[in-house]
């Protein structure tokens, strides 16, 4: 059912408040409640009921729950690799060439991005992960850092589709009965306007240094104060985690970080394999990187027992450790989560989606698409969801309006990326702002600007194809 232009108000009024007021749990539970109060005909106990009892039912799903798990373990894995001196050791492999600098640091998180590809989460943690000491020591701002995680991690596995987000499309496109479903994906690939220019965007910032918005002001108070953080701000990891110093017995050795790394990244195509019965394609994404990680805590933990760097007691201690630093980030999965779910009971997709394709312009229809999946992805927050819900109206539409229907994807996959990236109560965007210890508010603002250029000139290119 959808509740027409009111189904809208939520999730906006969650976003708007959020970044007005930098408080983000009061925010998105604000966002929630307004929500039931909609569903249960402005029933102010109902409400409150429903919001409850979403917040609950988040755990109901297997899926989402692995997610939040796998949140919560990525604090085990980043408080073993300090404890094991592996974040000191790698800081100092990176630092020893000459030429390092803060365009090096830069360029480094942007190829690491890139090469690993198979999860967003993974690519935002790998990134945060083995950048963050060193963008420390050089002070550039850490939301310079949750930025390239962020554009270097849904942007680049929508790109290279050897995943379960490949999957997931191919799956959408043979429910519409659309032939050649991964020719027509293949296709759309250099079509994706929105993902290459975001690639792009980040290249050129690190090399030009052109920087604007509040995050030239974030870069201007990292050179000149040597404040990585602005004053007040709040990282959804918790300081003590990420203030974690090597154990006594611990030399700094890059490879104690290298190792699980290595390990996540490699245990996350055989998960893929495993939960598809054999077919990487068809793997369950949530599942794998849950596995991943606990994978990689089981052999680093291993690994340090092997040197006697850690005791049992020792790894046993810093595991709890970070699950606790974690906690923040966690209880902002279940939020984001119960806003998402809360959105789908109100139909807010379909309203917005049916609201742009009812009066459709064949010219204009790519761009039109664009912009709607773009719209519905940063209100509601999923990408996925977001596929869901376009691409059975967008590629009927566009094959009855003889419109390239690669380019009709394109158009629909570039706006869901837009919106998992840089809405604030995406799962994506909260990983990117774990990753790389920021301010969640400060890791929106600053990349915001960056994501609305990149949607603008994507949303004019396809505009352009239409009319020419």
Not at 109 to 121: C, D, K, L, P, R
Not at 322 to 332: H, Q, W
Not at 366 to 388: C, E, H, K, Q, Y
Request: hydrophobic share 55%.
């Amino acid at each position: 059912m959808s509740y027409s232009w009111l189904s809208v108000l939520p999730p906006l009024f969650a976003v708007i408040l959020a970044i007005l007021t930098r408080k983000i749990y009061i925010s998105l539970i604000s966002g929630i409640w307004l929500g039931w109060f909609i569903l249960t005909k402005w029933n102010f106990f109902e409400s409150v009921l429903g919001t409850i009892k979403t917040l609950l039912n988040v755990f109901s799903s297997a899926s989402k729950t692995n997610v939040i798990i796998f949140s919560a373990l990525v604090g085990s894995l980043i408080a073993l690799t300090q404890a094991s001196g592996g974040v000191g050791g790698f800081v100092n492999l990176v630092t020893r060439k000459k030429v390092i600098n803060r365009r090096y640091a830069q360029l480094l998180s942007w190829f690491i991005g890139i090469a690993v590809f198979i999860e967003s989460s993974i690519t935002s943690l790998v990134v945060g992960t083995s950048s963050r000491a060193l963008y420390d020591r050089l002070k550039i701002p850490r939301e310079k850092l949750a930025y390239i995680c962020d554009s270097t991690s849904a942007p680049v596995c929508i790109l290279i589709p050897l995943n379960a987000w490949g999957a997931y499309i191919i799956g959408l496109l043979e429910e519409q009965k659309i032939s050649y479903p991964i020719k027509i994906l293949v296709n759309a690939i250099p079509l994706n306007f929105y993902a290459w220019l975001t690639l792009l965007m980040v290249l050129f910032i690190i090399l030009t240094e052109k920087d604007f918005g509040p995050m030239k002001k974030a870069e201007i108070r990292a050179k000149r104060e040597g404040k990585i953080l602005r004053d007040g701000a709040k990282p959804v990891v918790s300081s003590k985690l990420i203030n974690i110093k090597p154990d006594l017995k611990a030399k700094p050795k890059a490879i104690n970080m290298l190792f699980p790394i290595i390990i996540m990244i490699f245990m996350m195509p055989l998960a893929l394999y495993i939960t598809g019965n054999g077919n990487i394609m068809a793997g369950s994404g949530s599942t794998s990187v849950l596995f991943s990680v606990s994978i990689a805590i089981f052999f680093a933990s291993i690994f340090y027992l092997f040197q006697r760097i850690l005791s049992i007691k020792e790894i046993s201690v810093y595991i709890v450790k970070g699950v606790i630093g974690l906690i923040p980030l966690a209880f902002l999965m279940v939020l984001a989560f119960s806003i998402g779910e809360t959105c789908n009971r109100l139909g807010t997709g379909l309203y917005v989606s049916n609201l742009v394709t009812r009066a459709i312009n064949p010219a204009i229809l790519p761009a039109l698409l664009f912009a709607s999946s773009a719209f519905v992805a940063f209100s509601t927050g999923t990408s996925w969801g977001t596929f869901a819900i376009m691409i059975p109206i967008g590629l009927p539409s566009a094959i009855s309006l003889n419109i390239n229907p690669s380019l009709a994807l394109a158009a629909i996959l570039g706006g869901g990326v837009f919106g998992d990236h840089a809405s604030p109560i995406s799962d994506t965007t909260l990983i990117a702002s774990m990753a790389s210890a920021s301010d969640h508010i400060d890791h929106v603002n600053t990349q915001l600007p960056y994501a609305l250029t990149t949607a603008s000139l994507a949303f004019f290119v396809y505009l352009l194809i239409g009319l020419i």
